[in-house]
């Protein structure tokens, strides 16, 4: 199992970011993914989720803002991050399943700061 994000940034508040994940190594199309983020000095938070019928959770802190995402032809999912604030600052990782707690990438940094 290969995960690999991309897209983390420095962006303003308010401002908007996406991140990809590409996968391979297993057949992707059939699992579950999921985003997490870990803050500077705190744990491992769930962010999102995306099923194999597409359909969707989210955490209430990112409800209405953030957009999960995935295209099984290209092996990749997203994650649309929309009106981004100070506390959104993370490294985010894409997992297997549906909880954040499966296979992860190395993660991808984002900073939210004026």
């Known amino acids: 199992v290969q995960l690999v994000e991309s897209g983390g940034n420095l962006v303003q508040p308010g401002g908007s970011l996406r991140l990809s994940c590409a996968a391979s190594g297993f057949t992707f199309s059939s699992s579950p993914m999921s985003w997490a983020r870990q803050a500077p000095g705190k744990g491992l938070d769930w962010v999102s989720a995306?099923?194999?019928?597409?359909?969707?959770l989210y955490a209430d802190s990112v409800k209405g803002r953030f957009t999960i995402s995935r295209d099984n032809a290209k092996n990749t999912v997203y994650l649309q991050m929309n009106s981004l604030k100070a506390e959104d600052t993370a490294v985010y990782y894409c997992?297997?399943?549906?909880?954040?707690?499966?296979?992860r990438g190395q993660g991808t940094q984002v900073t939210v700061s004026s």
């Open positions: 995306i099923y194999t019928d597409g359909d969707t």
């Open positions: 997992a297997m399943g549906p909880l954040g707690l499966g296979p």
